[in-house]
């Protein structure tokens, strides 16, 4: 799922290409991609654009009339920008908005139709779709502390909960907890001062960094090759390759369709994490270390 520092980039991308033009249409493909009826998406057509913003992890596009076009890209969405039109009849086309400079449409691979578009009016409406969460740029250290501690959860939920912090979600969570080499798996509330102060450090250098890397990356041009896993990054998908900063080979834990990766020994101390499948399975054969799981590997 694109987060904070993708999501970024696609909302310059746009606003650059949009701002002050008008929007002639939007042309729905997917009848599950609308996910409000009122306002209708008809009202926002012959609207100028006034404002792109991030909201989380949705872009929001506002035109005339205080009505804004929220995008969701969730997990498998993407956008992309021509001045022609896209072939309208491909089935990945969820959504198209013809521009009186262009077409901006939106795709979902595979055949779950996750991502969403609402159309909402006025700030209230905009606030509506938010979780609440802070954004991690914009606070000081005691409102990232405050908000951390609020209730204590393991720092990978807690990273990438929108309840909590807004825009980070599990590629860049794995990436800030390495930075600040502490276990995903700590409790929040257990957290010393310096430990809060390293995250809080590591939240912003990680999607600041990234954010700046993705920009430079794309020349200027509209961002096609957006993905939560690149091979610059340090832990996030990089499962039995060697930790950029220590050498041993990244580990992780699978629960569900999702997966943390870490460093066992810059962030747990050495000691390995259960994965709950593989642990369930192995019982006390479940290796607590990384000596031991290397001891395994050459029985």
Known sequence: MPELPDVSIYVEAIRTRIDGHKLVRAIV????????????????????VREVRRLGKQIAIG????????????IAGRLHWKTSA???????????????????????????????????????????????????LDVSLDAFAAALRSSNHT????LTDPHIFSGIGNAYSDEILH???????????????????????????????????LRAESHGEFPEKVTAFRPEMAVHGRYRQPCP?????????????????????????????????????MHEDWPRTLEELEALKTR
């Open 29 to 48: 493909k997917s009848p599950f991609v609308l996910r409000s009826t009122t306002p209708p998406i008809t009202a926002t057509a012959g609207m100028e």
């Open 63 to 74: 035109v005339e009339g205080d009505l804004w076009l929220v995008i969701h890209l969730m």
């Open 86 to 136: 896209p072939k309208l009849g491909s089935r990945n086309i969820l959504v198209a908005f013809e521009f009186d400079n262009g077409w901006l449409w939106l795709t979902e691979a595979g055949t779950q139709r996750r991502a969403a578009l609402r159309v909402v009016e006025g700030e209230a409406g905009l606030q509506s779709l938010t979780a609440g969460g802070i954004e991690p």
């Open 155 to 158: 720092l990978k939920r807690s």
């Open 179 to 213: 930075r600040a080499q502490l276990s995903p798996i700590a409790m929040t509330q257990k957290l010393t001062d310096d430990e809060v102060g390293r995250l809080y450090v590591a939240t912003r250098a990680t999607l600041v960094e990234w954010t700046d890397r």
């Open 245 to 281: 900063r220590c050498g041993s080979k990244v580990q992780r834990i699978r629960y569900a369709s999702s997966e943390t990766n870490y460093c066992a020994t810059c962030q747990t101390g050495g000691r390995l994490l259960a994965d709950r499948a593989l642990s369930r399975l």
